[in-house]
């Protein structure tokens, strides 16, 4: 390959990664804002300012696009959990863990996985890629709430208390669509964070 050839495909790739992106970005908040049923691919294409066929070059079936977006989604949560806590366990402080947990199934990252969910529980075809996707995510966010917490799973029911906390905040999330209850879910935050400080020492 000659030195022209190299130049010129290194921004062809990094157009095709910055595509990628804005699709699986358009897709996110197509599922946040109108759900499984408003988002098609030609919305998603549009919404990320591309073609249909760019759109399927990247993602050949619908499935694809959005069992895609959701990974990405997963990713996104899980770098903004870390980055709350660049320095790793956050023991000392669990109400502060116990609040960025609670936030990242507020927001609308949240708001497109549902909306995905619930697409899945009538669609055959997407059920299982869902289904492993989302056993894998809570594999991710179960470890690194135990990291943050440092909690020590080889204690009868710390594992437990763990996945808890995260059904809890799975539970704020599921009720936040509906209302915004601020103030309850601080007092449930507070709560949460005195029974892991009992439980974890």
Request: contains cysteine.
């Amino acid at each position: 390959m000659s030195t022209t050839d190299r130049a010129e495909r290194v921004p062809k790739q990094d157009r095709s990664r910055a595509t990628r992106q804005r699709l699986l970005e358009a897709a996110v908040a197509c599922l946040a804002a109108h759900g499984w049923a408003g988002s098609t691919v030609s919305v998603v294409a549009e919404r990320a300012g591309v073609s249909r066929g760019a759109a399927q070059h990247h993602f050949p079936t619908r499935e694809d696009l959005f069992t895609a977006a959701v990974e990405y989604v997963a990713e996104e949560r899980s770098t903004a959990l870390r980055a709350l806590f660049p320095e790793g366990a956050a023991a000392g402080d669990r109400r502060a863990v116990v609040a960025a947990l609670v936030d990242l199934y507020t927001g609308p990252l949240f708001r497109a996985a549902l909306h995905l969910w619930v697409a899945a529980s009538n669609e055959e075809q997407l059920r299982p890629r869902v289904t492993e996707l989302e056993s894998r995510v809570g594999r991710e966010s179960h470890r690194i709430a135990v990291e943050l917490l440092g909690a020590d799973e080889t204690r009868p029911g710390v594992r437990e208390t763990v996945q808890g906390l995260l059904d809890m905040a799975r539970g704020l999330g599921l009720a936040n669509l509906l209302t915004d209850d601020a103030a309850r879910r601080e007092r449930v935050v507070a709560q949460w964070a005195a029974l892991l400080d009992a439980e974890l020492g």
